[in-house]
């Protein structure tokens, strides 16, 4: 097989991190979820433009995982960021996260989610992306809000642009 010039990879997450970006434009112009909807997102908290305070930043040092459901406050979305305000632990916070930074997204209403292989902050390397369906796991939505995301016990992590493309196929 030849080589992909075209890098459809990084074509395809850009793409559905489009996706991200258009339901959090939609939350942020009503101020509110619609329906049962609501959203964990993990990203890696010392990816380059995220800010966080130093309290949440030595709790997760790596990644952490966000639920923005009921209390939020504050959001804004640009091309290539969100800013929201969630509380953690009855602590008023502020947190302004590139989409670059974004490891998953997962609504558990509907049973959607994607996942993107970003390099960890002292990651030299770049990882080869590539794309897999696979389906969702049941335990996703026990997750709370102050949990930070960690591989499933016996799942590993494999190089590549992880994304699930379940919510996109037609239901039987």
């Not at 949440?56 to 406050?73: A, D, R």
């Not at 997204?105 to 992306?129: G, K, M, R, T």
């Amino acid at each position: 097989m030849g080589q992909d010039h075209i890098r459809y990879d990084i074509l395809a997450q850009d793409a559905l991190r489009g996706v991200i970006r258009k339901v959090l434009s939609e939350v942020a112009a009503t101020g509110r979820l619609p329906g049962e909807h609501h959203f964990f997102i993990t990203f890696l908290t010392g990816a380059p433009g995220v800010r966080i305070s130093q309290l949440l930043k030595s709790k997760y040092p790596e990644q952490m995982t966000i639920v923005i459901q009921h209390q939020f406050w504050e959001m804004k979305v640009t091309d290539s960021h969100f800013e929201i305000g969630l509380s953690f632990s009855d602590i008023p916070e502020k947190l302004f996260v590139p989409f670059n930074a974004i490891r998953g997204f997962y609504d558990p209403s509907v049973n959607f989610e994607l996942e993107f292989d970003v390099p960890l902050a002292d990651s030299d390397e770049l990882p080869e992306a590539e794309i897999t369906a696979y389906p969702v796991a049941a335990e996703k939505a026990e997750k709370t809000e102050d949990a930070a995301a960690k591989p499933a016990d016996g799942e590993e992590k494999k190089p590549g642009s992880v994304v699930s493309l379940d919510a996109f196929r037609k239901k039987q």
